[in-house]
């Protein structure tokens, strides 16, 4: 079982809807992440929470909006997505923001964009 | 930036076979993991090992941070060892919490 738990597992979505995507670790750990990634490819970093505040934003664009309610919950809102937007969402956590700081990641949301 | 190669990008097993995976970088690093990815997108921290050796059970991994590879060990492979298998690295000069990937190994272990 995974430390990092993801809701919803599966999210099937319009392009005019709005939906969030939630994240929730109980490690203790100060920095979480939100990875996309496509099939038969490695993870792709979004942002990064660090101590609660937003410290990477790998240019993406304003229709994925992160949120980082406390230092357990990672939320991303979804608004007015395209089809290409269709990927595995992973969340990711570990203790510290340094070099010495293994990744735990969740078991992902798939996202279908129609 | 630096480069992460990863070696061979196919492998195919009988299952109680053994196999290393190789992970070349272009540059000096501070942080190396493996991870394995199952079939249904379940990604595991495998090793945190950016230099040296460890071991967890039939998997083992060796980091040369000298000569730039990393290499993981698997003994006696059993069908759920599928999967693709990645490395990432990052480094002094780039971001500790942006890690480079390699495009991974992908794994399929025949019963």
């Known amino acids: 079982d995974t430390e990092v738990t993801q809701t919803p597992k599966h999210l099937v979505m319009g392009m005019t809807n709005k939906k969030s995507l939630k994240c929730e670790q109980h490690?203790?750990?100060?920095?979480m992440y939100w990875y996309k990634q496509k099939a038969k490819k490695p993870p792709e970093l979004m942002f990064v929470?660090?101590?609660?505040?937003?410290?990477i934003n790998e240019s993406v664009p304003s229709r994925f909006s992160p949120e980082c309610p406390n230092s357990s919950l990672l939320n991303l809102h979804l608004h007015a997505l395209q089809p290409e937007d269709s990927a595995l969402y992973l969340c990711?956590?570990?203790?510290?923001?340094?070099?010495?700081?293994?990744?735990?990641f969740g078991n992902g949301t798939r996202l279908t964009v129609t | 930036g630096i480069q992460v190669e990863q070696s061979p990008p196919d492998l195919i097993l009988q299952e109680g076979a053994n196999s290393t995976l190789r992970c070349n970088f272009s540059?000096?690093?501070?942080?190396l993991q493996w991870f394995h990815q199952n079939p249904w997108g379940q990604l595991i921290n495998l090793f945190y090992?950016?230099?040296?050796?460890k071991q967890n059970g039939r998997l083992s991994a060796t980091t040369v941070a000298t000569e730039r590879y990393s290499l993981l060990y698997i003994s006696s492979s059993q069908t759920t060892d599928s999967g693709v298998y990645f490395c990432?690295?990052?480094?002094?000069?780039?971001?500790?919490?942006?890690?480079?990937w390699g495009l991974g190994t992908s794994l399929a272990v025949n019963p």
């Open positions: 990711a956590s570990s203790q510290g923001t340094g070099p010495n700081s293994p990744l735990h």
């Open positions: 490690m203790g750990h100060r920095a």
């Open positions: 929470y660090s101590y609660e505040k937003l410290s």
């Open positions: 540059d000096s690093v501070n942080n």
């Open positions: 090992i950016p230099s040296g050796t």
């Open positions: 990432a690295v990052s480094t002094r000069a780039g971001n500790n919490r942006k890690l480079i």
